[in-house]
């Protein structure tokens, strides 16, 4: 079974992982821009690690052929300093052209904070300046309802917005509808203990469709494992999902929202 | 689709393991010393939605978990989520 993850944090892993990604079909990974497990200490650990992003993981994935892409942001949790997030936000200008670089993420929100919105609304429009598709993280836990609210909110003050050219990640069973019937891709985020498991990521599917889903292990440095795409995939075999429905969530309809960037080898 | 039955024969002893599980974690709980805190009054709060007759549990017990609150600070007090929400503490004075 070949398939796309379209979300996961390779920097956090090991050359083994992606041993075990190509095995499993990985044909192609996005890298989006999140928090390191602690707050960097100035703009230049992120330069380098947009640099690692854009030179060193796309180079890392190739040895196994797997194609590597990125989204660069600031992330929310270390957004809540606007001052110290306009410079990091400063330096991705110059890596938005990176052969590899498909947009703009994981930007969103983390507490629900004034100074988190105000850069989550800068990344948005940066994004709308290079016209860039968008991935947009969504709150842990307790605050998911409330920071999915208020992105949609956020989002919808943007007219030039295309809908179609945005993702809101992370979505559990009391957000999706908002997602999706505001027009957006949703994407669903399999995790051991948050987030979704396999099964209730194939509840969303079986009740909601897959017209604009997609399916994600956004394994990190946490708890997270990064064949979960894969794991999904057998469980909808086992509830008697048909080869081309599992071909549609876990390759095409990465691949169909991806394709909206030029620079994403079909 | 499969059936009624299929799923429980493919599921059944899993959700039997979770519940047990969570059994467990309550007496857990009530045995060791100590106070509990917030985050077990939500759970207590959303047990019962799991007897509910209605088609939608899981949302309802993530709503019931969720932050319901509409003001927005200006900086966050901390970085990370418990799973629960935080009561909320009474100015000091």
Redesign the interface.
Known sequence: MKYIEPHAHMVSRTTDDYEKLALAGCEALCEPAFWAGFDRSSADGFYDYFRQLTEYEPKRAAKYGIKHYSWLCINPKEADDPGFAREVMSLIPQFIDCPTVLGIGEIGLNKNTRNELAIFEEHVQLALDHDLPVLIHTPHLEDKLKGTRLILDSLASFSALDRGKVIIDHVEEHTIARVLDAGYWAGMTLYPESKCTPNRAIDMLEIYGTERLWMNSACDWGHSDPLAVPRCALEMKRRKHTAEQIDRIVYQNPRRFLSQSPKFVR | ??SKQ??LD??FIDARHMLINLAAFLDRIDRHPGEDDYRFAALKTAIPILLADRP?R???V??S??????E??????????????LPLIPPSE
Not at chain 2, 65 to 70: A, E, N, P, V
Not at chain 2, 73 to 85: R, Y
Request: proline share 9%; no cysteine.
């Open positions: 689709m499969p299929e799923l493919l599921q939608d899981a949302a309802a993530l709503e978990f969720s932050d319901h609150s509409t927005l600070p200006q900086t966050a007090p901390f970085q990370g989520a418990t799973g629960a929400t």
